[in-house]
């Protein structure tokens, strides 16, 4: 398996304002981790891969100036979303692949709930 | 790139039957499919996955099918208790990327 953790939990922001969510692998080390984003009674949309030591991989029509993703080591990935709008609202989830005996399969954090006002 | 649909969106059974979810996809190179079961507001949580090289998988109640000239597998939850309510979604991989693409998800009611 895997252990990830997210940080902050919720958080409530205005209109404009930046907000940082940290994902951490508590138990081995991920050189790479996954960004997705869940709006309400629907799936889980990969935002971005997250690559350790080199810039992000984003999926097509996520702003990669809006979302910024730094993967500075081997246990932390953060995602800042820049000047954050209502629409931004909704919950952000990240996940690693597992250990090596099971690389395929991915473990996520506990999500962050934002909420932009 | 990968498409992956889910049937149905909803689900409701009563408790101690089965359900069976059912998922396709689009691009023949994908090679590993887990589900995951979530909960409101929590992560997803994975609950069995089966590699293309495999046909079936069990795990106690819970068993997955993989039929890959059709390109679709399914979940099979037998013997189904209230616990067992929440949204539950396919997902499938493509070698060498670890990227995953989910379906759309189905929530899944058990009724007491």
């Known amino acids: 398996g895997a252990v990830v953790s997210q940080h902050p939990s919720w958080v409530i922001c205005k209109s404009g304002t930046s907000v940082k969510i940290e994902c951490r692998s508590l138990d081995f080390q991920a050189t790479t981790m996954f960004w997705y984003r869940q709006f309400p009674k629907q799936s889980l949309m990969l935002m971005a891969t997250s690559n350790e030591g080199s810039k992000a991989t984003y999926e097509q029509g996520v702003e990669k100036d809006k979302f910024l993703i730094n993967h500075a080591s081997l246990t932390l990935s953060t995602l800042t979303v820049t000047s954050a709008h209502p629409e931004d609202s909704s919950f952000y989830i990240c996940g690693k692949e597992g250990d090596k005996f099971s690389t395929d399969t991915q473990y996520f954090g506990p999500g962050t709930r934002l909420t932009v006002l | 790139g990968e498409n992956v649909e889910q049937h149905p969106s909803t689900l409701s059974v009563q408790e101690g039957d089965s359900a069976v979810i059912k998922c396709t996809y689009s691009d023949s190179a994908s090679n590993y499919f887990p589900w995951y079961k979530q909960e409101l507001g929590k992560r997803p949580q994975l609950i069995i996955d089966i590699r293309s090289n495999v046909g079936e998988k069990k795990d106690q109640r819970i068993a997955v099918t993989l039929n890959k000239t059709a390109k679709h597998f399914s979940l099979h939850i037998t013997e189904t208790q209230p616990e067992d309510s929440a949204v539950y979604f396919c997902?499938?991989?493509?070698?060498?990327?670890?990227?995953?693409?989910f379906g759309t998800g189905t929530r899944l009611k058990v009724l007491a």
């Open positions: 997902a499938a991989s493509t070698p060498g990327t670890y990227k995953y693409i």
